[in-house]
């Protein structure tokens, strides 16, 4: 019976020490308890003293993470951070005043020193190594997949004021509490958009980049700005920052029928001008047709850009109607539902979807 209930406590605590063990994280959250037993002890400590609302916390958090990362398989380093909303008497303790203070706690000493070093991750590095004796290299930043277009100083001018592209920027800062709020709708919205060779969404650091904020007059942020094709001052966005909003602005500025999926609405590639030449000719009869089908031809061929493209399917639906019959819109449309329902490309999905609601305007 002893031996058991002595076996039952030497688990609990070897899973308790397992369940605190600081080891888990790349960057240790410490609590009082945590604190206690991990800094002053045989390894030294650098801990981040943070507030979850400061924008230098903010800003500082990528980088601070990276030092973590750089740091994890080093024993002889504490890599900590301590909430001082959450902890505010460990924060009282070591005189916390302002956000963030770093602070270097050397081995089995609780008398720290203040970091007052540059807030990068090579920075943080190698002062770490400087006060530990180690030779820690700085860890690699995983690339991060993204349909926004990341402008800077170098690319702004060829890609925002090229005639020829509808550019709608983001103009932020990295540690804007609003501008980390949007960037995944962002992302998303550029994702929606993707497959538009003539629309970008972009995005520029103001923080980084601060000739270019002061040239657009940027105050706040984040900040959007609309450059079209015809005017590439720059107009404001002055909207919701949710995706339908966002969506629904391209749209109209874009002459785009995209929804907030990415998708093709049901009125993608619609010419209205056409689609009452259409409605003329299902209701004219076989004698009547061809004088209707000279009619869309010459407005079809009076159409340049995209429309251009979509004025030649409906002269081509126009011509295949009046030479297979009044069913072949309708057989038309069943066939490429089930070429939708297919698995196929984005650019074979659209080209479908806008055949498919020109004819439609025929069935």
């Known amino acids: 019976m002893a031996a058991s209930l002595i076996h039952f406590t030497l688990v609990i605590i ?15 959250t410490l609590t009082p308890d945590i604190f206690e037993n991990e800094v002053g002890q045989d390894h030294g400590a650098l801990v981040e003293f943070f507030t979850p609302w400061c924008g230098h916390c903010k800003k500082l958090a990528p980088e601070y993470e990276r030092l973590g990362a750089s740091f994890k398989k080093t024993k002889s380093v504490l890599i900590g951070k301590v909430d001082c909303d959450e902890q505010k008497d460990l924060c009282t303790k070591y005189k916390i005043t302002g956000y963030p203070t770093i602070l270097w706690f050397p081995e089995r000493s609780l008398e720290p020193e203040k970091y007052d070093g540059s807030r990068n991750a090579e ?5 770490v190594n400087s006060k530990a004796g180690t030779d820690v290299k700085v860890a690699k930043v995983a690339a991060i997949s993204t349909n926004v277009v990341v402008l800077n100083s170098l690319n702004f001018d060829d890609i925002v004021l090229n005639k020829k592209k509808d550019v709608l920027v983001e103009f932020y800062a990295p540690w804007c509490g609003h501008c980390n709020n949007l960037a995944p709708i962002y992302e998303n919205l550029a994702t929606a958009y993707k497959n538009e060779d003539a629309v970008v969404i972009a995005n520029i650091d103001v923080d980084k980049y601060k000739d270019l904020g002061e040239r657009y007059g940027i105050r706040g942020y984040p900040t959007l700005k609309f450059f079209s094709k015809d005017n590439k001052g720059g107009e404001d966005y002055d909207g919701e920052l949710d995706l339908n909003s966002l969506v629904t602005f391209v749209n109209d500025k874009c002459g785009t029928s995209r929804n907030k999926d990415g998708q093709l609405s049901p009125t993608a590639g619609i010419v209205k001008m056409l689609d009452n030449l259409v409605k003329e000719f299902t209701s004219a009869g076989d004698d009547d047709k061809k004088e209707v089908y000279s009619k869309i031809e010459e407005e079809a061929g009076n159409l340049d850009g995209p429309l251009a493209r979509y004025g030649k399917i409906y002269t081509k639906v126009a011509h295949s109607c009046m030479a297979k019959g009044a069913d072949y819109a309708k057989n038309e449309i069943q066939r490429l539902e089930r070429m939708l329902s297919k698995s196929i490309s984005p650019v074979k999905a659209d080209e479908f979807t806008v055949k498919k ?7």
């Open 357 to 363: 609601n020109i004819l439609s305007a025929f069935a």
């Open 123 to 127: 920075a943080l590095v190698e002062y």
């Open 14 to 28: 070897t899973l308790t020490l397992f369940v605190i063990s600081p080891a888990v994280a790349d960057v240790v």
